[in-house]
Every structure is written in structure tokens, then in C-alpha cells.
């Protein structure tokens, strides 16, 4: 008896309560987190920031405690511009490389995200 009672309370109250909106991620903001691959034996932090307002957007992620780091600037150059800074070794001595990738008309630059866009999607619970 006190089973379906409290199964017709939850059928009401469910019943009356509308669907939750989507939830609104920042445009601006950190994140921190480990990518875990054991089938590759990889353990690594990285951290990722992205800034966008009205005017200018970018992102940068670091890899390996901020040794390896990638910049995607969209507003830099005719299509946007990415650096990659990563330490390599060469005979023994170890330097600081910078390289540069610009983009094309068919593939623009754009900073990456790791938070989806939410927009247009509903919860499918009923």
C-alpha cells in the first residue's frame, strides 16, 4: 500500500512539472581535466581556456603541464592562425619550437571548444 501511494505522488508531481530547460554554458571560461586512454598507456592533464565576446574569439590548450600548448587566434591573419609551442630534443640539447599553421577559405581557423552549444536540443525525458 505505501509503494503505490508513493508511486501515484511521484506520477503527479512528475506529471505537473515541465520539461527543464537546456542549460546556457559560458562563452569565456577554464577547464581542467585528464585525458585517460589506457589502451595507449596515456595519462595526461591538459587545460583549456577559450575567450569570446562580440568582438574577438580564441583558444588555447596546454598538454604536459604546459610544455606542448596550441593557440587557435581566428582573427589573426586572412583566415585565422594557429601556433603550437612544444619543446622537442635534437642530439641531446633540448629547444623550444614554434610553428604556425594559417587557414584557408575552405578550412578557417576557428577556436576549438570543449563545452557543446546547446541550442535546439530538449531533455527526451517524458
Known amino acids: 500500500y505505501q509503494l503505490s501511494?508513493?508511486?501515484?505522488?511521484?506520477a503527479v508531481i512528475h506529471a505537473k512539472v515541465s520539461p527543464k530547460a537546456a542549460p546556457s554554458f559560458p562563452e569565456t571560461y577554464?577547464?581542467?581535466?585528464?585525458?585517460?586512454?589506457?589502451?595507449?598507456?596515456?595519462?595526461?592533464?591538459?587545460?583549456?581556456?577559450?575567450?569570446?565576446?562580440?568582438?574577438?574569439?580564441?583558444?588555447?590548450?596546454d598538454w604536459y603541464d604546459g610544455l606542448d600548448s596550441v593557440f587557435e587566434l581566428p582573427t589573426?591573419?586572412?583566415?585565422?592562425?594557429t601556433y603550437q609551442l612544444s619543446y622537442t630534443t635534437l642530439g641531446g640539447s633540448?629547444?623550444?619550437?614554434?610553428?604556425?599553421?594559417?587557414?584557408?577559405?575552405?578550412?578557417?581557423?576557428?577556436?576549438?571548444?570543449?563545452?557543446?552549444n546547446l541550442a535546439g536540443f530538449q531533455y527526451g525525458a517524458k
Request: net charge negative; glycine share 8%.
Open 30 to 61: 577554464h577547464v581542467t581535466g585528464y585525458v585517460d586512454l589506457p589502451y595507449a598507456e596515456l595519462h595526461e592533464k591538459f587545460e583549456f581556456w577559450v575567450l569570446s565576446n562580440d568582438t574577438y574569439s580564441a583558444s588555447r590548450l
Open 5 to 10: 501511494l508513493l508511486s501515484i505522488i511521484f
Open 76 to 81: 589573426v591573419g586572412s583566415y585565422g592562425t
Open 94 to 116: 633540448v629547444s623550444l619550437g614554434c610553428f604556425e599553421m594559417s587557414g584557408g577559405s575552405s578550412h578557417p581557423v576557428e577556436a576549438d571548444r570543449v563545452l557543446p
